[in-house]
């Protein structure tokens, strides 16, 4: 597990470049919750996700990582695809209708011996053209 940990610290460096200081962090166990007892990297990806780019509807895809500490790999995966959910730059910006959802899955849960940064630390989304959804 830790040698998970050493491949993946060039790409955290990477993601940590990509966004500011206002994405959103991990979720972090609140006082009077169960205690985590594991820490989980966790690896998203989101498709279909249509924003405004220089006043034309794109649809764009990301990759992101979420450091979580979690009971189980399935709590963590449920924490980070809630956070990512709750990120209020990616919703307040979205310009998908109903039928035509933007979709997150889990694509790699990695469990490690201690995180490269802080539990809270944001480590960005990294955008691309999302060229296999449709067009809007």
């Known amino acids: 597990m830790q040698r998970a940990a050493l491949l993946l610290t060039p790409l955290f ?3 940590a470049c990509a966004s500011g200081p206002e994405g959103s962090g ?3 166990a609140a006082a009077g919750e169960k205690a985590a007892n594991r820490n989980y ?3 998203i990806e989101g498709r279909n996700f249509l924003f405004d780019d220089e ?7 990301f990759s ?6 979690a009971g ?9 695809i809630r956070n990512v959910h709750d990120d209020e730059s990616l ?7 109903a039928d035509d959802p933007p ?8 469990e490690v011996d201690a995180f490269d940064t802080a539990p809270d630390h944001d480590l960005g989304y990294i955008f691309y053209r999302d060229r296999d959804s449709k067009s809007p």
């Open 103 to 110: 979709r997150v899955i889990v694509t790699h849960v990695f």
């Open 41 to 43: 990297v966790v690896m």
């Open 26 to 28: 991990s979720r972090v």
């Open 13 to 15: 460096l990477l993601m």
């Open 72 to 80: 189980s790999v399935a709590e963590a995966e449920r924490i980070a």
């Open 64 to 69: 992101v990582a979420r450091n979580i500490r």
């Open 91 to 97: 919703s307040g910006s979205l310009l998908n209708s």
């Open 55 to 61: 006043g034309r509807p794109t649809r764009f895809g």
